[in-house]
């Protein structure tokens, strides 16, 4: 099955080379405006960051001449204002974040549905028909599934800025919450893999046999999916070593062709498993 998978995304690949170049446009662009966006609000994170770690460094501990009337810190209102800053920025780069996810990547996902449909002359109002229902699925799947973990991370988030906690609570709650994360993810990616399908009745059923009732296939190509991934970070954690610039930008462009392919994978493993299951 997993064999016959791998045929099916090379064949659908080879059809549809125009559209699997676009995809791996958009993922480029993707990766860019992600990667870009990070660094920007770290810098800005980072900056606020050292004002408050600086100001707490030359802080006045001592009790006896704060009861003499001199302040604990010199400029106590700049102090405060980075680290409102600080924590306004946090918030909106999970807001960005979760942007890029929906409209970004769920145009991506929605687009390589198309791959698999064979080649034949539609009209382009049907396309974007299609490419709308099958991102209105992304979305809808992506809030039902995904939501509750992000409300659940903007809380953990907030409490872990605000409270006092010790390292290895931060640190066990910190690991706690990828694991939920990953588990949830699986769910969201299931359903992913079934966008194209038109009736709301079938997606649903078709979700819960491939990720629930026949978890343990489903999990086979999740596993072959994540080593591909892994195995190609990688190779591009390798090469970063080396700061070679050509081969940066070459194991960076296979990293992203990796993660389309194994999208366009996992679509065909799932289908199969439908096919051959039942």
Same mark, same amino acid.
């Given at each position: 099955?997993?064999?016959?998978?791998?045929?099916?995304?090379?064949?659908?690949?080879?059809?549809?080379?125009?559209?699997?170049?676009?995809?791996?446009?958009?993922?480029?662009?993707?990766?860019?405006?992600?990667?870009?966006?990070?660094?920007?609000?770290?810098?800005?994170?980072?900056?606020?960051?050292?004002?408050?770690?600086?100001?707490?460094?030359?802080?006045?501990?001592?009790?006896?001449?704060?009861?003499?009337?001199?302040?604990?810190?010199?400029?106590?209102?700049?102090?405060? $204002?980075?680290? /409102?800053?600080?924590? !306004?920025? #946090?918030?909106? &780069? @999970?807001?960005?974040?979760?942007? +890029?996810?929906?409209? %970004?990547?769920?145009?991506?996902?929605?687009?390589?549905?198309?791959?698999?449909?064979?080649?034949?002359?539609?009209?382009?109002?049907?396309?974007?028909?299609?490419?709308?229902?099958?991102?209105?699925?992304?979305?809808?799947?992506?809030?039902?599934?995904?939501?509750?973990?992000?409300?659940?991370?903007?809380?953990?988030?907030?409490?872990?800025?605000?409270?006092?906690?010790?390292?290895?609570?931060?640190?066990?709650?910190?690991?706690?919450?990828?694991?939920?994360?990953?588990?949830?993810?699986?769910?969201?990616?299931?359903?992913?893999?079934?966008?194209?399908?038109?009736?709301?009745?079938?997606?649903?059923?078709?979700?819960?046999?491939? $990720?629930?009732? /026949?978890?343990?296939? !489903?999990? #086979?190509?999740? &596993? @072959?999916?994540?080593?591909?991934? +892994?195995?190609?970070? %990688?190779?591009?954690?390798?090469?970063?070593?080396?700061?070679?610039?050509?081969?940066?930008?070459?194991?960076?462009?296979?990293?992203?062709?990796?993660?389309?392919?194994?999208?366009?994978?996992?679509?065909?493993?799932?289908?199969?498993?439908?096919?051959?299951?039942?």
């Amino acid at each position: 099955m997993y064999l016959e998978a791998l045929e099916k995304t090379v064949k659908a690949i080879k059809q549809k080379k125009i559209l699997f170049s676009s995809l791996i446009l958009l993922q480029i662009i993707f990766v860019s405006i992600f990667l870009f966006v990070s660094i920007d609000y770290q810098v800005r994170i980072f900056e606020n960051l050292e004002t408050v770690n600086m100001a707490l460094d030359q802080a006045n501990f001592d009790s006896t001449s704060i009861e003499e009337g001199k302040p604990f810190l010199e400029d106590g209102l700049k102090v405060i $204002s980075a680290a /409102n800053t600080m924590k !306004s920025d #946090i918030f909106e &780069l @999970i807001g960005v974040f979760i942007g +890029l996810f929906l409209i %970004f990547n769920g145009l991506i996902w929605s687009l390589t549905q198309r791959i698999f449909i064979k080649k034949k002359k539609t009209p382009i109002k049907v396309k974007v028909r299609f490419i709308l229902s099958a991102w209105l699925k992304y979305l809808t799947s992506s809030i039902i599934i995904m939501g509750p973990v992000i409300v659940a991370s903007y809380f953990i988030l907030k409490f872990l800025l605000f409270s006092d906690s010790a390292v290895n609570t931060f640190t066990n709650l910190f690991r706690v919450f990828i694991y939920i994360i990953i588990i949830f993810y699986y769910f969201a990616l299931s359903a992913y893999a079934f966008l194209a399908t038109k009736s709301w009745k079938n997606f649903i059923k078709k979700f819960y046999y491939v $990720s629930i009732k /026949n978890i343990h296939w !489903s999990l #086979i190509a999740l &596993l @072959i999916n994540m080593t591909l991934i +892994l195995g190609a970070l %990688f190779l591009v954690y390798i090469v970063m070593n080396l700061e070679i610039l050509t081969l940066m930008l070459i194991t960076a462009l296979l990293l992203i062709i990796i993660m389309l392919i194994t999208k366009l994978y996992w679509i065909a493993c799932l289908h199969l498993i439908i096919k051959e299951k039942k």
